[in-house]
């Protein structure tokens, strides 16, 4: 008969939060797959537990998966665990949950720490529905386009961002969302320096300019309200030209698909549009 793979969260911070549950599971198991077994050493030397670990993370999922699933149809139990929060959320463990779940392998999750659940409940912003965005990506063309697709999401949208980053995906966000959005910045979550700032993402912006950011940051962005979809502007009209001819489109299709979406003139757009850029729609 076949294991059982465990996923058991860890604390994102504050060593008191792990539960009876997740320390017994972590005693039980024959072994633990570690995003970074130099990071969970640590968290067993604090319980006391002495258990073989092996290595699975982003960049060895498929042999690391594989070699996790075979001493699982052997008949042996693992338990999953991260550097912090709970396993195959916005985490390579998805991967191996998915890979399990395919072979028949029986998974048991335990619930513990996560860090977007635990922003959320303190942002003081809409908790009834949300999205859960995870970091936004590093490439400049995959960026803008994520950001596009969530201009009109009415639900709260929690992301992850590290300190480096803040001051750009700040600006992003004044940018495709408005200065005037409300948002919630929670910092080092449970940990000594803990920190809720809820603003708008204008004066977040405006204080980070001046103070700069430090340690891990969950963003929960308030989403669109229904009188934000006022009548389109010709000036949203040509932002919306700009996207579309960043992600490949000519100026041609570019016009049309943006005069279409917005309920624009095709021709006013175009004439703004060729006076910004200088060229026709033959180009």
């Known amino acids: 008969m076949a294991g059982i793979l465990y996923l058991v969260p860890t604390p994102i911070g504050n060593l008191g939060d792990i539960s009876r549950r997740m320390a017994d599971t972590l005693e039980e198991v024959d072994f633990i797959a570690a995003e970074d077994t130099r990071v969970s050493i640590k968290l067993l030397n604090h319980l006391g537990i002495r258990k073989p670990m092996v290595s699975y993370y982003r960049h060895n999922t498929e042999a690391g998966g594989q070699a996790v699933l075979q001493r699982l149809l052997a008949g042996e139990s693992c338990a999953l665990v991260t550097d912090a929060g709970t396993p195959a ?37 809409p908790t009834g529905r949300f999205t859960f965005e995870g970091f936004l990506a590093m490439n400049k063309k995959n960026r803008r386009a994520h950001l596009e697709s969530l201009r009109g999401e009415m639900r709260t949208m929690i992301f992850y961002e590290a300190p480096h980053k803040l001051l750009s995906t700040l600006e992003d966000f004044q940018t495709y969302f408005g200065g005037e959005r409300r948002l919630s910045l929670c910092r080092e979550l449970t940990k000594l320096h803990e920190e809720v700032r809820r603003t708008t993402v204008g004066e977040a912006l405006e204080w980070y300019r001046d103070n700069p950011p430090k340690g891990e940051f969950v963003l929960v962005l ?62």
């Open 222 to 283: 308030e989403g669109a309200c229904a009188q934000e979809e006022d009548i389109p502007t010709l000036e949203q009209g040509l932002e919306r030209v700009e996207h579309l001819r960043d992600a490949g489109h000519s100026l041609r299709d570019a016009v049309r698909q943006a005069a279409k979406e917005l309920g624009l003139s095709r021709n006013e757009l175009y004439d703004r549009a060729v006076g910004k850029t200088g060229k026709s729609l033959s180009d």
């Open 89 to 125: 959320v916005s985490d390579p463990g998805e991967e191996l949950v998915a890979l399990c779940a395919a072979n028949g392998v029986e998974v048991v999750a335990i619930p513990g720490p996560c860090a977007l659940v635990t922003a959320l409940s303190v942002s003081g912003l």
